[in-house]
């Protein structure tokens, strides 16, 4: 991995000590296989006590980040930016290339002949590799909101979900922020698609203010500029919580633990597991748990 200087800059003691902890963070989660956005690895730095949790912390850890890589002191693919990325047609060099390329791309759907469809839905972008990572093992596909999801697209998620009308059931796993905004988001998301004529029940598993309890993400001031404000303050007072402050483990745990896995599905032809029927947390219609506080 290139840690490539392109420029001398002479930093201060303070400054090197927390680029030393920067790359500890980085070091760690790259054994486990996830990369960080630059919010994922402040929050990491927030929760171990390095920094304070601000704005001004942020901006400051982004502008360290930034020259220690110009310096050559950090690994250029360390830090990733999951909202900008180039596209372009694949090309391949003989007709051979492109068979073997098919052949890793040829994959039985496990979903065929279970009761139940379910995709996992996740409000930022910057997570989306971190939900793919429980998602790919399930089969199970998923889908990055960017906040509000544009009608287009809940349209056609609506027709998605209509289409898989001959299953027993429907669900989508929603993961967001504990604001006003990204609470709203899973009451917009089940509304928008019955509107739609869509029968799925949208289950959030992130966050709860049980998960904050378990997990002491580091709190943020609830936003006053967002009209919903004052009703999210007078439920859960003046904090408020990003999902980017969880362990990337903890989120894809939470997937795992509440979409379909491995557990009473039918074998496979290709000789893999079918993902489950689904756990308790997502039963039919007659048999749904309570809503988990959020």
């Not at 920067?22 to 929760?47: D, F, H, M, S, W």
């Amino acid at each position: 991995m290139p840690k490539i200087q392109y420029k001398e800059i002479n930093f201060r003691a303070k400054s090197l000590e927390l680029i030393n902890l920067v790359n500890q963070v980085i070091n760690e989660y790259k054994n486990q296989g996830y990369e960080l956005t630059l919010r994922q690895t402040y929050y990491q730095l927030v929760a171990r006590g390095y920094i304070p949790n601000n704005e001004r912390s942020y901006k400051n850890i982004g502008n360290l980040i930034n020259d220690g890589r110009l310096a050559g002191l950090i690994d250029w693919h360390s830090i990733v930016d999951r909202t900008r990325n180039l596209r372009g047609n694949g090309h391949w060099d003989n007709p051979e290339d492109v068979i073997a390329s098919a052949r890793y791309s040829y994959l039985l759907n496990k979903w065929d002949g279970q009761p139940n469809y379910v995709e996992v839905w996740v409000e930022k972008d910057a997570l989306v590799d971190i939900v793919g990572q429980a998602c790919i093992p399930l089969d199970t596909p998923y889908f990055s909101c960017r906040g509000y999801t544009s009608q287009s697209e809940m349209w056609s998620a609506a027709q998605r979900f209509i289409d898989q009308s001959y299953r027993d059931n429907r669900y989508i796993i929603h993961l967001g922020d504990h604001d006003p905004s990204g609470i709203d988001m899973t009451r917009d998301i089940q509304e928008r698609l019955r509107m739609f004529g869509a029968d799925v029940y949208v289950k959030r598993v992130a966050l709860t203010m049980n998960q904050i309890e378990t997990y002491n993400p580091p709190p943020n001031p609830a936003k006053l500029s967002d009209s919903r404000c004052g009703k999210y303050i007078d439920e859960y007072g003046d904090e408020s919580w990003e999902l980017d402050a969880l362990e990337p483990s903890v989120i894809t745990n939470l997937i795992t633990n509440d979409a379909p896995g491995s557990r009473g599905g039918q074998a496979h032809p290709d000789g893999a597991h079918h993902p489950a029927v689904v756990p308790d947390v997502l039963l039919p219609k007659d048999h749904r748990p309570q809503p988990v506080p959020v």
